[in-house]
């Protein structure tokens, strides 16, 4: 009888283990969900004529000190030097897209300037509740054969979320909204 009973335990005692250990660590971790909607942006601050930076909670437009960007000079055509410390934008719009991520609903929409000056923003890189954004990328290969993923998630210390973003690509959390 002894035998059959170190068996089971031999059998089942792993299993509780692994079960217990899911209990503790699984459950907690995805009852933790982050609070707070936030605006993203998907290009550099200067890299554009105007940026937006966050002044006492409000967003505001700021010209940047690059010049035009179809204002390089075509140094084939002319004789005309460039010059080295003169920073050019790096793209020809006007000012960074802005967009918004819903935490309720998973969604994310582009917004304008005039949208955003009516929420109070957070400006730093983590929000009221402990998350940040992390672009996680992944890629794996068989052979000739391979796949790449980028994922983000909203991460805390114990928890974390996959967010759909409507541009998946250099994003940066411009401000969370605390209102």
Known sequence: MSKKLALILAFFAPLLFLSLLGLFVFI????????????YSTSSFEDNKFYYKIVNNKIEKVESNCRAFNSRPNLENNNTQANPTTKYCRTDKDTQELFLYRIGDGNSRQVSFEEVKNYKLDGS???????????????????????????????????KKIVNLE???NQKVFGWIIN
């Open 167 to 169: 541009k998946n690509f």
């Open 28 to 39: 907690p971790s995805n009852e933790i969900q982050p609070r707070y909607d936030f605006i």
């Open 125 to 159: 890189e983590i929000s009221p509740d402990g998350f940040r954004l992390e672009d996680n990328y992944n890629s794996s290969s068989f052979f000739v054969f391979g796949s790449s993923q980028s994922r983000n998630t909203l991460r805390n210390k114990n928890s």
